[in-house]
């Protein structure tokens, strides 16, 4: 009972920084209809950024804020120079621009970091297991990191007039162009917050899994997983189903299909949501009038 | 009067299909002005014109500036509020929302006060203001449409058929509101209408738009007078 306790507790950790992932996608997801498959691999450059800084001494926090900041520019820049003149594109040239951008990132970060697996730094003491050793401290320290962070997203679309109008351009572009909404620089915005939750996610996962330039391959495979899982177009619905990914990769790991072929319970919950309920469950059913 | 709104020899196209062949008319301030016709005549696409929603040719001058070929947020911010065919709702967010997104461009302090206003004219948006927009009926969205136009405190209000698809007795309640909006508001309209009756009973000025042309243009009131006119064009 202890061990499946420990399991679930590891397991919404981890499913924390898969739910930041899949509200990245959802967030582009929303207002492009596209998913953005480069989303993984920015993250890792976000997080090589923050190495810099770290390495360069920089204090880890300093580095936080400062790496968030630039993350979230790129975003703003990737979308303005690469997105935006594609914006009447046929599908398949926007995939094609999603898979190599990731191609191009990550070949760029190995480039300049190169390939060798790094260490990244916790700023979280992971000496000392919490919560009756069912915890470690960097566990319990991102778990927070990732609910503040979900906090004040939910709070400035909620509650900003900016977030308000971020949600109007990715619902209603026409009408939004008419109360006189920019909606194309919401698009950018959307794209610069993605990246800086991406940034955030990225680094919050490096000091468990290492960093090296195909770190988030996997990360990206769950939390595409989790934001099906809670409904592709429901950016609350792909924060649960990101910390049930967790959850049920944590558990499936430990008791069902052994650590080798955790990523596949990745896969099975990507299909069995296709095919039994593509709009995930709590895909959001719009009620109209006509 | 000074003519707030001046379109001269307006052209547009819808790809290879021309639907507007070089029309010109004026909205004067302060007064409401009608664009009647039938489907298909090219009243929805004057107003996205003047939008800057399809593409153009010719002049659209706008308290003294030319705004054709300006993105469509350039001209709203301009102050010419727009309620559009089909009337614009965003379905999934709140009554609420809606209306504090018609007012999104302002920063001044008469906003509180202008919900209040809106809710005096529409009192039904009170009523359901937590409430998602998807759900209200076809009335009660146009008048949210009105609404949220109006809360941009516009100078030109561009209306696009406020009575299509609704029933007799709401259509009489907007064109009810839309008289005490003209009286109350400092406003000045441009109205796309069928409904011919209704439209010119509100209007000072009209014209009259087939297949793309403007084919009569005059006093609202004359060309409600004059039976040999009604008849052939307006058909009541």
Redesign the interface.
């Known amino acids: 009972m202890q061990g499946v306790l420990h399991q679930i507790l590891s397991g919404l950790a981890t499913g924390g920084i898969y739910a930041s992932l899949a509200l990245a996608l959802v967030m582009i997801y929303q207002a492009t209809h596209h998913v953005n498959f480069a989303q993984g691999e920015m993250a890792t450059l976000s997080t090589y950024i923050a190495y810099t800084m770290v390495t360069a001494g920089w204090s880890y926090w300093v580095s936080f804020i400062a790496t968030v900041v630039v993350s979230f520019i790129m975003g703003v820049v990737v979308e303005r120079v690469l997105m935006r003149p594609m914006t009447n594109a046929p599908v398949l040239a926007l995939v094609g621009v999603f898979i190599g951008l990731l191609l191009i990132v990550n070949a760029m970060t190995g480039w300049i970091w190169d390939f060798t697996i790094k260490t990244f730094p916790s700023p979280f003491h992971s000496s000392t297991p919490l919560l009756g050793g069912f915890l470690s401290g960097h566990e319990l320290g991102s778990t927070v990191v990732t609910l503040v962070m979900l906090l004040c997203i939910y709070l400035f679309f909620r509650h900003t007039s900016l977030g308000l109008a971020m949600r109007a351009a990715a619902y209603n572009p026409v009408s939004s162009r008419l109360v006189g909404v920019r909606v194309g620089w919401m698009l950018a915005l959307g794209w610069g917050l993605a990246a800086a939750i991406g940034a955030i996610a990225g680094m919050m996962i490096a000091p468990i899994v290492f960093l090296d330039p195909n770190m988030m391959a996997g990360v990206l495979l769950y939390a595409f997983a989790g934001a099906l899982l809670g409904g592709i177009e429901n950016p609350l619905g792909a924060v649960i189903g990101g910390f049930a990914v967790g959850v049920i990769e944590n558990l499936g790991g430990a008791y069902v299909v052994g650590t080798e072929l955790k990523l596949t319970l990745a896969l099975v919950i990507i299909v069995a949501v296709l095919m039994i309920k593509p709009s995930g469950l709590l895909g959001r059913t719009v009620m109209s009038r006509v | 009067m000074p003519a707030l709104l001046e379109v001269v020899d307006l052209k547009a196209a819808y790809g290879q299909t021309n639907v507007l062949h070089g029309i010109s008319f004026v909205v004067d301030e302060g007064e409401v002005t009608t664009l009647l016709g039938a489907n298909g005549a090219g009243k929805t696409t004057t107003l996205r014109a003047i939008?800057g929603?399809v593409r153009t040719e010719g002049e659209i001058r706008y308290a003294g500036e030319r705004i054709e070929g300006k993105?469509?947020?350039d001209v709203?911010?301009r102050k010419i509020g727009?309620v559009?065919d089909g009337r614009?709702?965003?379905?999934?967010?709140t009554v609420e929302?809606n209306m504090?997104?018609?007012a999104?461009?302002r920063s001044d302090r008469g906003v509180r006060e202008d919900f209040e206003r809106m809710f005096d004219y529409f009192p039904r948006l009170k009523e359901r203001y937590k409430q998602?927009a998807?759900?209200?009926?076809?009335g009660e969205q146009q008048m949210l449409a009105i609404a949220?136009?109006l809360l941009?405190r516009p100078k030109l209000l561009l209306l696009d058929e406020p009575s299509f698809g609704l029933a007799p007795l709401i259509v009489r309640d907007i064109f009810e509101i839309l008289g005490r909006i003209r009286q109350e508001e400092q406003v000045s309209v441009l109205v796309v209408e069928q409904n011919a009756n209704l439209a010119l009973a509100l209007a000072t000025r009209a014209y009259l738009l087939e297949t793309g042309r403007i084919v009569i243009s005059g006093n609202a009131a004359d060309i409600r007078n004059d039976e040999t006119l009604r008849r052939s064009y307006l058909g009541y």
Do not use: I
């Open positions: 939008c929603m993105a469509t947020e709203v911010r727009h559009p614009g709702t965003f379905m999934e967010l929302e504090k997104l018609g999104y461009t998602q998807g759900t209200l009926s076809g949220r136009a941009l």
